[in-house]
């Protein structure tokens, strides 16, 4: 398996894929706003024997009153249903935070599994003063400090991409 920078060409193949993982077509039409509106955007892809099985997008997010520190947000991550809990998923997410922190993301926010996104060290956002724009449980919005006190002394509300209010 290669985890790679999506190409054009894939766009077709992730569609497909955030199809399959999600019970609507709204993560998909997610990502293909944000690939047209986003900048900066990370968009990766797994590869496994010429066909992709998984895809993870990473998009600009806002902390209001303190705009100057640059967040990601992590959304969507899919993996074909047949090929999940194989680690596809993990090495999307780990790719994908280095990949943040390659250009200068201070931190990256997830709205997501509470089980799921702390293996990567995340951490409940609330615990930085952090909420979220969405009425959201408390354990599934979670932040992750890319540069060590990034988030310190920083707090309010995150505002995603306003692509994120178009679905």
Known sequence: MNIRSELPTDAGAVRAVNQAAFETNTEADLV?????????????VAEDAGSIVGHILFSPATLVAHTDLEIMGLAPMAVLPARQRQGIGSALARAGLD????IGSGAVIVLGHPDYYPRFGFLPASRFGIGCEYDVPDEAFMALELLPGA???KSGTIRYHPAFASV
């Open 151 to 153: 988030l310190a002394g």
């Open 32 to 44: 293909d706003l944000l690939r047209e509106q986003a900048s900066p955007l990370i968009s990766l």
């Open 99 to 102: 990949a943040c922190r390659h």
